[in-house]
T-cell receptor
Framework: SQKIEQNSEALNIQEGKTATLTCNYT??????LQWYRQDPGRGPVFLLL?????KEKRKERLKVTFDTTLKQSLFHITASQPADSATYLC????????????FGQGTTLQVKP | GAVVSQHPSRVICKSGTSVKIECRSL??????MFWYRQFPKQSLMLMAT?????????EQGVEKDKFLINHASLTLSTLTVTSAHPEDSSFYIC?????????????FGPGTRLLVL
């Protein structure tokens, strides 16, 4: 069955450092992959989308890579700030055109001042 | 742009009553809306997908008679939890997609916290 794995342990880093979150998947060939941010008690907020034919995408301090051979995506936040503290979810979308996303369980990032 | 609202944000009800949750896309027409539920420290679990004017498609294991979904217009979808029981207590989140040029992206509402006593 399709499986998405994100590091369930919280990631604690110092302000100013680069945070790197990992998303691995099996038994799936996504057409695209998305990253969302979720704060406690709130709905997820879209951050970035990367397609299967793209290796890397950037948006301000965010960078996402997508390796379809390794079946892995890395999500980087450079010059991290305490305000970046949240849970980050990766989500895979297929080529079935239903628009459905399969979400990982999320990794909680804590940036300490 | 791409704002999705949900109402109510929080609801407490007695066991056996029905609860309706509204999901609205405020500044775009949503061709598709999705309903999720989320338990504490767990991922989003897709319940159903709805397209305007057609019946919702439910995920395996989700009772369609228990969770009634209506997608009456391109900006409004409703989820009704019928005869709610304590095990239905959860965080329900809707999302909408269909923004021109970003059809794959889902824009989420703020969620509805349901507590059934």
């Amino acid at each position: 069955s399709q499986k998405i794995e994100q590091n369930s342990e919280a990631l604690n880093i110092q302000e100013g450092k680069t945070a790197t979150l990992t998303c691995n998947y099996t038994n799936y060939s996504p057409a695209y992959l998305q990253w969302y941010r979720q704060d406690p008690g709130r709905g997820p907020v879209f951050l970035l989308l990367i397609r299967e034919n793209e290796k890397e995408k950037r948006k301000e301090r965010l960078k996402v890579t997508f390796d379809t051979t390794l079946k892995q995506s890395l999500f980087h936040i450079t010059a991290s700030q305490p305000a970046d503290s949240a849970t980050y979810l990766c989500a895979l979308g297929g080529s079935s055109n239903t628009g459905k996303l399969i979400f990982g369980q999320g990794t909680t990032l804590q940036v300490k001042p | 742009g791409a704002v999705v609202s949900q109402h109510p944000s929080r609801v407490i009800c007695k066991s056996g009553t029905s609860v309706k949750i509204e999901c609205r896309s405020l500044d775009f027409q949503a061709t598709t809306m999705f309903w999720y539920r989320q338990f504490p420290k767990q991922s989003l679990m897709l319940m159903a997908t709805s397209n305007e004017g057609s019946k919702a498609t439910y995920e395996q294991g989700v009772e369609k008679d228990k969770f009634l979904i209506n997608h009456a217009s391109l900006t409004l979808s409703t989820l009704t939890v019928t005869s709610a029981h304590p095990e239905d207590s959860s965080f329900y989140i809707c999302s909408a997609s269909g923004l021109l040029g970003q059809e794959e992206t889902q824009y989420f509402g703020p969620g509805t916290r349901l507590l059934v006593l």
